[in-house]
């Protein structure tokens, strides 16, 4: 702990806490999401926290059964939702492991009938985003009406896929990303090549083997033990969830069911190399047709960056009731799993102060003492502007700011005025990069009062990554 706290000060940060000893630390983080339960009136939510894969902790709070009062075990299962695009792309690269597939087929090599346009999509291009298809869960956003909508009511793929035929892609193949339900598609493929079902085959080459045994593929027809029911929250009262058809639940990018261990063990078995050869490959970061780097990897992660240390991770918000969320700490070595039995609720803020528990510099920003303070800078504000209109200014962001960022922040950075630096912390010759560009300072801001980012800044001055604002209405 002394290292960790002569670390902080050489980097001229002053962490407002710091937590001495494992067990008080264990209890801080166990109030913690007690306090946060009762304000976001989270019914049930487990926790595993691993470091180089082994857990640290685990928390397992609330209910995962309000009507009957069945707490949340260890072993207690919720659908992880938009988490589970990871499981379909592993699966996919594992196909092209071992030849019987390609990444860069056409998706109508298998879908024949999809419309022409479809013929410049790949595989590689549905599971990083970059195919253009707009995501079809957006085409029913009104949740209240979720129970009159083809996703309650469809009985085959054919009627789920009739959506995607009918709309026109969005931009051209490979040239842009935005975030879509691409992996749906490629549980189609998966089912279209092995002769086996979606859910047959994850079990057969990806659960088993990983020995996963609490995960499975959802079905509402069959017994799941530990099974959480999931929840909403509408008019301020908690209600159950949406009921979807038993063909959209078990679609390929929302239709996994697990446990906060199991997930943790998923991820172990995928950077062990115990599904692949060459397991680093779902990692490395897509790219665009002109080259430029995305911030989706090869196997459907987003990548991030916090603080100067690189991330990797994936979210999930379901209107059958269930929220979640794994992040990867890549340089700390430190993994978390989140998963709740509600859908909507402050996962990243969450998730960010749940990792300040191990490390202060992930503290939110409104509540960090800088030693240095910079003067300001138009081109902080200039780049805040162009993101908020989601384009990229040459002036004063980086020629290698990763294509993404823009849409991603475009509504957070909106209206953003009164733009102040108030820190700053070099990381000159640390070793730290952006996509291979070496990272020299970090400039956080507080703007609209309330608001607070990270500008990381790349040695020619330019801007080259912004994290995802914050909340702190506490700061002064």
């Known amino acids: 702990m002394k290292k960790l706290i002569i670390g902080l000060l050489v980097l001229g940060v002053f962490p407002i806490a710091l937590v001495c000893n494992a067990q008080d630390r264990s209890d801080a983080i166990e109030e913690f999401l007690m306090e946060e339960m009762a304000r976001q009136n989270i019914p049930g939510l487990s926790v595993v926290i691993a470091r180089d894969g082994n857990i640290i902790h685990e ?52 879908l024949p009938d999809a419309p022409e346009p479809w013929q410049e999509i790949t595989l590689q291009h549905l599971i990083n985003h970059q195919s253009g298809l707009a995501d ?57 090549v092995t002769g086996l079902s979606y859910p047959e085959f994850m079990q057969k080459n990806i659960f088993e083997p990983l020995g996963l045994a609490e995960t499975r593929i959802e079905d509402p027809e069959a017994i799941f033990p530990d099974r959480a029911s999931g929840y909403l929250i509408e008019g301020g009262r908690l209600i159950n969830g949406y009921t979807l058809s038993k063909v959209t639940l078990a679609r390929g990018d929302v239709g996994v069911r697990a446990s906060a261990r199991d997930i943790l063990k998923f991820l172990n078995g995928l950077d062990k190399g115990k599904l692949h050869k060459n397991p680093s490959r779902m990692h490395d970061p897509g790219r665009q047709k002109n080259g430029q780097i995305t911030t989706r990897t090869n196997g459907g992660w987003f990548i991030s960056f916090l603080r100067g240390c690189a991330t990797r991770e994936h979210g999930g918000v379901y209107r059958t009731g269930y929220g979640s969320s794994m ?45 240095d303070k910079p003067g300001n800078d138009v ?38 005025e009164e733009v102040e630096a108030i820190g700053q912390v070099s990381f000159k010759g640390k070793g730290r ?28 001055g330019k801007v080259i990554f912004v994290e995802i604002p914050e909340n702190f209405k506490g700061a002064s």
């Open 136 to 192: 079809d869960w957006t085409f029913y956003n009104d949740w209240e009406n979720t129970q009159k909508s083809i996703l309650a009511t469809a009985v085959s793929n054919d009627e789920l896929l009739s959506g995607f035929y009918k709309r026109p892609l969005l931009f051209e193949p490979g040239t842009d990303l935005r975030y879509q339900g691409g992996t749906y598609v490629l549980g189609l493929v998966i089912e279209k």
């Open 379 to 416: 081109k902080y504000s200039s780049a805040l502007k162009a993101l908020s209109e989601s384009r990229v200014d040459p002036e004063s962001m980086h020629e290698r700011f990763p294509i993404g960022m823009q849409r991603h922040f475009a509504s957070s950075f909106k209206d953003a």
């Open 59 to 110: 928390s397992h709070l609330g209910f995962a059964n309000v009507e009957l009062r069945a707490p949340v075990t260890r072993h207690t299962t919720f659908a992880i939702a938009s988490m589970s695009k990871i499981y379909t792309a592993a699966a996919v690269h594992l196909l092209a492991e071992r030849g019987t597939i390609s990444l860069e087929d056409s998706i109508r090599k298998y």
């Open 327 to 371: 992040f990867t700490f890549v340089d700390d070595g430190l993994t978390i799993v989140l998963l709740t039995n509600l859908a909507e609720f402050s996962k990243f803020e969450m998730m960010l102060k749940l990792a300040s528990f191990y490390n202060p510099l992930y503290s939110p920003i409104g509540t960090q003492k800088f030693a």
């Open 433 to 460: 990069s952006v996509f291979g560009v070496p990272i020299e300072e970090i400039v956080f801001v507080r703007f609209n009062e309330t608001r607070y980012t990270a500008i990381y800044l790349a040695p020619n």
